[in-house]
């Protein structure tokens, strides 16, 4: 007999660190949320779940384009602490992780769906805004990538 509740699956988010560009990058973008009212307000890497029998890298340009209507080069992908099948992720909330992935926008103008403001910070100004708390630690391992 099985039980579901004994084995946890977990849901990928995909997440992208959008950058200026993606071999010397400098400027690191920042959205803010406007749902749900728990997460509005706070400060994230754009992206979402990945939906069944898609990539990460799909969902990553999928979440991307609804989200901001925006086309993106996927660079490297930002090493976290939870280890995937053939990546590594960040830690969410109970059953759900993050892999991230650094992200340069190639076309198009932004328009902001799921957030209210974007802004691209300098390493001296990344902690001006109140990220989630559960992107912070990505931000910390970003920090020391920018120049
Ligand atoms: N989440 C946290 N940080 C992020 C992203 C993209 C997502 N940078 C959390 C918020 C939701 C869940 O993951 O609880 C799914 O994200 P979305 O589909 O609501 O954007
Ligand atoms: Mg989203």
Redesign the pocket.
């Known amino acids: 007999m099985t039980d579901a509740a004994a084995q946890p699956i977990t849901r990928l988010?995909?997440?992208a660190a959008i950058v200026d560009d993606l071999t010397h990058p400098t400027v690191l973008l920042a959205a803010r949320?406007t749902?749900?009212s728990a997460?509005a307000g706070g400060w994230?890497?754009?992206?979402?779940?990945v939906e069944h029998d898609e990539s990460l890298e799909a969902a990553l340009h999928r979440?991307l384009a609804e989200?901001l209507d925006v086309t993106v080069e996927l660079g490297a992908q930002v090493t976290g602490p939870v280890a995937l099948d053939d990546a590594t992720g960040w830690p969410?909330?109970p059953g759900?992780v993050?892999q991230?992935r650094f992200a340069r926008i190639t076309t198009g103008t932004m328009r902001l769906v799921?957030h209210d403001q974007v802004r691209w910070l300098t390493p001296a100004q990344l902690y001006d805004v109140p990220w989630?708390p559960?992107?912070l630690p990505?931000v910390d391992a970003i920090r020391a990538l920018l120049h």
């Open positions: 988010v995909v997440g949320r749902a749900p997460l994230e890497f754009p992206g979402g779940k979440e989200e969410l909330k759900f993050m991230v799921d989630l559960a992107d990505i």
